[in-house]
């Protein structure tokens, strides 16, 4: 199947499950076309991170998406990745890890911060 991707200018480090990963542009592109597996790909260093983000958890329910958006979820100075939207390349929302129900627990206030995405389109590389 054909695999689209998007890219997307993310101005803060976030973690993403377990790995961290630094600010910088990202494409995001699905690796399976029915259980959710999506890559996030550092374009400026290679490094790579895979996260199961099923679209039947995602907040997205058909609304309107021009250009699509990614949602992290922020505490104090920690970002983390939670769901992706584009109208026609990944989406899907990936279940809180660990670490961030551990800091949610021990944080009273969630802050969501969310990012703009310019679709690049294409064929994933």
Do not use: C
Not at 50 to 60: Q, R
Not at 80 to 107: C, D, M, Y
Request: aromatic residues 8%; neutral net charge; glycine residues 8%.
């Amino acid at each position: 199947y054909a695999q689209t991707r998007v890219v997307a200018d993310v101005p803060f480090d976030f973690t993403v499950q377990t790995v961290t990963m630094p600010a910088g542009e990202y494409a995001l592109k699905p690796l399976s076309a029915t259980n959710g597996l999506i890559q996030i790909l550092n374009l400026e260093t290679g490094r790579s991170v895979a996260v199961l983000a099923p679209s039947a958890l995602s907040t997205y329910k058909g609304k309107d998406v021009d250009s699509g958006k990614l949602i992290f979820h922020h505490y104090g100075d920690r970002y983390f990745f939670s769901e992706v939207w584009t109208p026609s390349g990944p989406r899907g929302r990936a279940t809180p890890s660990k670490l961030e129900q551990e800091i949610r627990a021990g944080n009273a206030e969630r802050q969501m911060a969310s990012v703009s995405i310019s679709l690049a389109g294409g064929a994933a590389q």
